[in-house]
């Protein structure tokens, strides 16, 4: 069986799940405790980030490299379109949600975590030991601040990545206003690259990962709740329920990760 080497809130680990659905490939996810689990990742893979996909003797890094493995090894449903202007527009969009929506989304996260205590807590898993979710909770915000500049993430570059995505949702919004999906009448990589991306501005509904109950449906104010992106939003829920497996109904990916270990 393929093994996802993740991290369950990770947006392009999103990507590659989506993908697995799509194709209707049975899969293990193994989670991969920052810090420490990343050491295994290492090891396996030559380098210390998610996603790595195992399959067999064969380890590929990065979601872009996974997605095109899969393509080639699993070619039922193909990822690519054929015709030439639609494969461009595909690998072409592809790329952009990649280097703008995730990048983009990761600050306002941040910084939604760093100014909202109860939203903080609200993302540790459910069996985060209660005095744990309370020193996260009592963490300074200023402290946040602080670790967000030190990483080039300070209040301009955070406005910054919100002003850029209300522009990218915006054309998002407006593409998808006569069209099934992003570049012809069937999902390609650039549909899945965007709505796995687009995981930390709006959690989907549905038991699609595992995540705290309270955070399905919830998103980053501003952008998760408008009505100007609300065709976005509303493609993204078709896409999940059209091809993204429930963790219920799969006994492949489970009700939870399976956590790395360490030898």
């Not at 030991?129 to 402290?143: M, Q, R």
């Not at 069209?179 to 690259?193: G, N």
């Not at 509303?234 to 429930?246: A, C, G, S, T, V």
Request: aromatic share 10%.
């Amino acid at each position: 069986m393929l093994e996802l080497y993740q991290f369950e809130m990770s947006q392009y680990s999103e990507k590659v799940r989506l993908i697995l659905d799509y194709k209707g490939l049975a899969y293990r996810k193994i989670e991969v405790t920052p810090g420490v689990g990343q050491l295994e990742v290492f090891r396996i893979s030559g380098q210390g980030q998610v996603p790595v996909l195992k399959d067999g003797d064969t380890v590929i890094a990065d979601s872009t490299a996974i997605a095109m493995y899969l393509d080639r090894k699993y070619p039922d449903k193909p990822l690519i379109p054929t015709e030439p202007k639609e494969r461009a527009q595909c690998l072409l969009m592809e790329e952009w949600a990649d280097e703008s929506i995730g990048p983009k989304s990761r600050k306002v996260f941040y910084s939604a975590l760093s100014q909202n205590p109860s939203f903080r807590t609200s993302i540790l898993p459910n069996d985060t030991p209660d005095f744990l979710k309370t020193i996260v909770g009592n963490v300074p915000s200023e402290l946040f601040e602080i670790l967000g500049i030190g990483v080039g993430w300070g209040a301009d570059s955070v406005k910054d990545a919100r002003d850029g995505l209300k522009q990218d949702l915006e054309a998002l919004s407006l593409l998808l206003a006569d069209r099934p999906y992003l570049v012809s009448d069937t999902p390609c990589l650039a549909d899945f690259a965007v709505a796995g991306l687009s995981l930390l501005l709006k959690f989907p509904e549905g038991s699609y990962l595992n995540l705290p109950e309270q955070l399905k449906g919830k998103g980053i104010p501003g952008l998760a709740d408008n009505s100007a992106y609300e065709i976005f939003f509303n493609w993204r829920d078709r896409l999940y329920e059209n091809y993204r497996k429930p963790l219920t109904s799969t006994s492949s990916s489970g009700s939870a990760p399976t956590s790395i270990e360490i030898e």
